[in-house]
């Protein structure tokens, strides 16, 4: 690699910090171990269809058994912070009652040992694994889950709050509401929108519950992590300009201006009527989903150009021709430099890049090592995009690659590999690849500046 690792940090400020991310169901297996229930993924991946490959989440990468050792690869990168979820069936089966002890202790573990060298954890609350039996009762699109979801945040706190400084609610609520309810591709796999926008409010209501509780027992670092990208007109017919609105509209806005500014965009709001639908909005819910945040992560893959299609009310993406990862996804560093810089403009918060890395078809020597100098191309210009971003007057804390292993890619399965670390499915053997020993040069010259 011919960029020196200096380059690609130029822009950033010397207390900007680093770090690696996964979540529950994508590493750690024990799906029915110390009275862990299904999550709606363990149910969806049993659909048939699904998941490439019929694959899911049982073992994973084992982490549950193996986190002592991934914990120490972890302090071995030199990163100063691990984001994880918490497994909500793990620490409370079913998703109502009293806390699971043993499934709790699991975290706790893992927490004590991150601090003992040195890694500060950041913990996500909900990254996907709803209770089966809260799907059971309706999902995300009933207003009781938000309930359910901050009373949960509650009981993880009293376990973990001695401990743990940084807490973020949610993961993506926009796949969570899109994948999950309207576009089917994800848990629990279900297709329509009316219940996906009840999904988003519900989401955000759960949040904002649990963000009152937090904070109410004295959490200062309180945050919610969004996936987005910057939508840009593919020309300036205003059918392209309307295009590019809606779907930042859905992507970004409906989350961002009821977290920030406590109410739902109008114009969103107008284009979800024309489709029949309304938001479930009781007194009071606008006031706790903004609950003031301390930090907004982003999670950034790809941006997209839009075109009016023959429906308005469905945005086309319109495919710039640009590299692709393994994904199929685009790789555009430029579009989260202006994303990060539209976003302090409109929202001013402290940002942390919560989630950024990608798919390629990774080859393994003998050793199990890869050369993946393809994901140091994506993530080295993409950190120089986050540098850019703090030159124009953005606040960007931290940055986060994902992912610290090969892990379970949702409805892709174990064929995409987003890891700094190699997974050897067959014998669960972790190596680091090229992209781990360079983050890790990355974050030593960083801070020797
Ligand atoms: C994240 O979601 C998840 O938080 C994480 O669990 C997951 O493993 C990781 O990303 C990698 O997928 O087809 O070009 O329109 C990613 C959310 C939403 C990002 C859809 C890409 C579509 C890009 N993704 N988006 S494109």
Redesign the pocket.
């Known amino acids: 690699q011919e960029a020196t690792s200096a380059d690609v940090t130029a822009g950033l400020p010397a207390d900007f910090f680093w770090g690696v991310a996964t979540?529950a169901y994508?590493i750690e297996g024990g799906a029915a171990e110390d009275g862990r229930t299904p999550s709606i993924w363990d149910t969806f991946a049993r659909r048939p269809g699904a998941v490439v490959n019929g694959e899911h989440g049982d073992l994973a990468c084992d982490h549950y058994h193996r986190m002592p050792s991934d914990v120490a690869m972890i302090a071995d990168l030199g990163v100063d912070s691990y984001r994880f979820s918490i497994s909500w069936p793990r620490v409370q089966p079913g998703g109502s009652g009293p806390v699971n002890r043993i499934g709790m202790d699991f975290y706790k573990r893992l927490v004590d040992l991150l601090l003992a060298k040195g890694v500060q954890p950041w913990i996500t609350l909900y990254?996907w694994d709803l209770p089966q039996e809260l799907e059971d009762a309706g999902g995300w699109p009933e207003r009781d889950t938000a309930l359910r979801f901050a009373e949960y945040a509650t009981l993880v706190h009293d376990a973990l709050g001695d401990r743990v400084d940084t807490w973020t609610t949610l993961?993506?609520p926009w796949?969570s509401a899109m994948l999950g309810y309207d576009q089917g591709v994800h848990a629990p796999g279900r297709k329509n929108f009316g219940a996906a926008m009840h999904s988003v409010h519900h989401l955000l209501l759960g949040h904002g519950l649990a963000a009152r509780e937090l904070r109410a027992r004295g959490v200062s670092d309180l945050g919610i992590t969004l996936?987005m990208g910057v939508a840009t007109p593919f020309s300036d017919d205003p059918r392209d300009v309307d295009a590019a609105r809606r779907a930042d509209g859905l992507a970004t806005r409906i989350y961002l201006d009821p977290l920030v500014h406590g109410h739902y965009p109008a114009d969103v709001l107008e284009d979800i009527a024309a489709r029949g639908v309304t938001m479930p909005v009781r007194d009071g819910d606008l006031s706790a989903i903004s609950t003031p945040l301390d930090v907004l992560g982003i999670?950034y893959?790809?941006s997209?150009t839009f075109r009016g299609g023959a429906d308005p009310a469905f945005p086309v993406?319109v495919p710039q021709s640009l590299p692709v990862t393994a994904m199929?996804?685009?790789i555009v560093p430029s579009g989260l430099t202006s994303l990060l810089v539209r976003l302090h403009e409109d929202y001013h918060l402290p940002i942390v890049i919560t989630?950024n890395g990608a798919a390629f078809d990774d080859v393994a020597d003998a050793d199990g090592f890869v050369s993946d100098d393809d994901r140091v191309a994506f993530i080295s210009s993409h950190i120089a995009a986050v540098g850019a971003a703090c030159e124009a007057g953005a606040d960007i804390r931290g940055y986060f690659a994902?992912?610290l292993m090969d892990n379970f890619?949702?409805a892709y399965g174990y064929a995409k590999r987003?890891g700094l670390v190699r997974v050897d499915y067959d014998t669960l053997e972790r190596t680091l690849k090229q992209s781990a020993l360079w983050y890790r040069d990355v974050i030593q010259e960083h801070r020797g500046r």
């Open positions: 979540s994508q990254h993961n993506e796949c996936n999670n893959y790809s997209h993406v199929g996804w685009e989630e994902w992912s890619e949702w987003f």
